[in-house]
């Protein structure tokens, strides 16, 4: 990432280059907010499979 930043802020920086450099950063921004929505997604997960153990604890 530091890369395309140095990429970008260099002075022969061009139509094509800054596409290129915001379609990197577009990928990389949309992968992040797909690990951070996976981590949400388990923590509910691990959550909601602990109060139903903590449900049926003792009654089998």
Do not use: H, Q
Not at 16 to 36: D, G, N, P, Q, W
């Amino acid at each position: 990432m530091n890369e395309l930043l140095a990429t970008c802020l260099g002075p022969d920086l061009d139509n094509i280059k800054a596409t290129a450099v915001l379609s990197e950063l577009r990928k990389i921004c949309l992968y992040l907010r797909r690990i951070v929505f996976v981590a949400k997604v388990i923590t509910g997960l691990t959550m909601l499979c602990r109060w139903i153990g903590g449900a049926f604890a003792g009654k089998f």
